[in-house]
C-alpha cells in the first residue's frame, strides 16, 4: 500500500505543472508578508525591501539565461558537440564530468540560471546519445547526468564570491562577506566532495545504489562535523 501510494504521488509530481506551483507560493507568501507587513504598521518598508531585493537584476537575468538557452538549442551546440565528442569520451565519465564542468561555470559567472541554461541542453543530448554504451543504460545515464549538472550548478554558486545570493545573505544578516564565505565554503566543499566522490563515481563506476550512496555520505559529513566542527562563538554585543 505505502508503494502503491509513493507511485501515485511520483506519477502526480512528473506530471505537475511546477512552474504554476512556483508562481502560485510565491504569491500567497507575498500577501502573507503584505499582510503581516501592514499589521505591523511596517507596509512602506516592505515595499522598498522588495525593490532592493528584486530590483531589475533578477528579470534581467532569467531573461538573459533564458535567451542564451535558446540560443545554444538553435544554433545546434547540443547535436553538434555530441557527435564531435560523443565517441571520445567514455559514458560512465559524463555524471561526474558534468558536476565538475557545471560547478566551474556557475562559479565564473556566479549565477546557477546561466550555467544550467547553457549546460543542460548539451548534456541532454550528450547522455542521450551516450546512454546506449553506459553500465546504467540509456535512462539512467540521462537521470544521474541531469542531477549532477543541477548540483554542480548549485555547488559552483554557493561558493562564488560574487553570487547574489551570497551577496544578499551577508547584508540580510549583517556580516562581512567574506566571514560568511569563510564559514560557508568548508560545508559546501565537504559536501560536493562527497557527492562526487561517493555518490556520482561510484553510481557510475561501480553500480553503487543511490540509498547505498546517500547512507555512506551521510556517516561520512557526520563524522567530518564531529571531528572538525567547533560550537559558533557567541556574536560580540553592538
Known sequence: VVLGDAL?????????????????????????????????GAGGSLLRAMWNAVGVKWPALLAASWCLAQGVVQLGAPSYLADLIGSKIAPDVLPCLALLLAAAT??????????????????????????????????????????????????????????????????????DHAAHLHTQIPYALAAGAAALVLGYFPASFLGWSPWLSVGVGAVVLLMLLAVFGRKSEPAPAR
Open 106 to 175: 556557475s562559479l565564473a559567472c556566479a549565477s546557477s540560471w546561466s550555467s544550467l541554461a547553457l549546460l543542460l541542453p548539451v548534456v541532454t543530448v550528450l547522455a542521450h546519445a551516450l546512454g546506449e554504451r553506459s553500465s546504467l543504460g540509456q535512462h539512467g545515464l540521462l537521470v544521474v547526468t541531469l542531477a549532477a549538472t543541477l548540483e554542480g550548478a548549485l555547488f559552483g554558486r554557493h561558493i562564488s564570491p560574487l553570487a547574489a545570493a551570497s551577496v544578499i545573505a551577508s547584508k540580510a544578516a549583517d556580516v
Open 8 to 40: 501515485k504521488w511520483i506519477e502526480l509530481a512528473a506530471h505537475a505543472d511546477t512552474a504554476h506551483a512556483l508562481r502560485s507560493a510565491a504569491c500567497v507568501g507575498l500577501v502573507a508578508a503584505f499582510a503581516l507587513a501592514l499589521r505591523a
